[in-house]
């Protein structure tokens, strides 16, 4: 879809919103757009994000509710906003100015979802330090006075089936650069958790001098590095993509050796590449790329490191 609307005259911000969005109305992997990843009050929520990178000017939404369109929203914001990031039921009341409809995001798919986390007793979650045990009930919970600072894996929430993104790169015909990214996010979060899809540098990012790229996986972990950005900062030194990847990917197993994600990199002469952490049940990552050399769109698959 976005190369279509490349090849047609479209500007790579068009491409970006367009492509994004048709993974939105495809619900892909029921990871993207309505009905998939209900938190834990049995809600769809939506983060999104778009980026220019010739003028670096970012449009974002978190915690979106009841719109389905998020990238769309996240233009809206660039186009009509002094702003970058808006979220939660105020960035829904700004979509609804801008024209975008109120509808409901859940699904009998999400509900389902929802209930049969609730009949396994909220399992998995994302509390820690609380009484009554996170790991045998589903709450209400209240901290513990005493708290354990020991760094608590996530691999068994996240994987490559419960929690994924749309992120895009888009290199037009000049160079120019823009990216964006779409989810529902991680599936069960407590209400008002924000992943690394939204923020910029961290879910995605573009520089038209220099590159592109954007993320997926485990938004929390991945956030806290800015991979995205540190990604294009590596292709700005002429670091190859693949590598740049790589790099980002290396620097992140230091601090969380078995966290889940993946990411893109292409720079503004066209060469692409992605990186991906090597853990059991994920060890090679597909993604797909449009070109002139390649004709149609071809899915490209990397080993994990």
């Not at 978190?62 to 990031?85: F, M, P, Q, S």
């Not at 790169?169 to 979060?189: C, F």
């Not at 540190?230 to 292709?235: G, S």
Request: hydrophobic content about 35%; some cysteine.
């Amino acid at each position: 879809t976005a190369w279509r609307v490349l090849v047609s005259g479209g500007s790579e911000l068009d491409a970006v919103e367009r492509g994004c969005g048709q993974c939105e109305i495809d619900q892909c992997d029921g990871s993207v757009g309505y009905g998939g990843s209900p938190d834990e009050s049995g809600e769809t929520t939506l983060d999104a994000m778009i980026m220019d990178g010739n003028t670096m000017e970012v449009g974002a939404v978190a915690d979106l509710r009841r719109v389905k369109n998020a990238i769309g929203v996240a233009r809206k914001v660039i186009e009509y906003t002094k702003h970058t990031l808006l979220v939660g039921e105020s960035a829904s009341l700004f979509a609804v100015k801008m024209g975008f409809p109120y509808e409901d995001l859940t699904t009998q798919k999400s509900l389902s979802l929802y209930s049969e986390w609730l009949s396994q007793r909220c399992q998995p979650n994302y509390w820690k330090n609380v009484v009554p045990d996170s790991s045998t009930s589903c709450g209400p919970y209240k901290r513990r006075e005493e708290v354990t600072y020991k760094e608590e894996q996530t691999r068994s929430l996240r994987s490559v089936r419960n929690h994924d993104t749309i992120g895009m790169v888009v290199i037009g015909v000049s160079g120019t650069v823009a990216s964006g990214t779409s989810t529902n996010g991680a599936i069960h979060k407590l209400p008002g958790r924000v992943g690394d899809s939204p923020i910029a540098g961290a879910g995605s990012y573009a520089d038209s001098t220099a590159g592109g790229a954007a993320a997926t996986g485990d938004g929390d972990i991945m956030m806290r590095f800015l991979p995205s950005y540190q990604a294009v900062e590596y292709m700005r030194m002429g670091t190859d993509p693949t590598v740049a990847c790589q790099k980002v990917i290396s620097r992140i197993q230091k601090y969380a050796p078995e966290f889940f994600g993946a990411i893109i990199c292409a720079n503004t002469t066209g060469s692409y590449g992605a990186a991906c952490n090597k853990i059991p049940g994920f060890t090679q990552f597909h993604f797909m790329v449009s070109s002139p050399l390649l004709g149609r769109p071809t899915e490209q698959v990397v080993d994990c490191i």
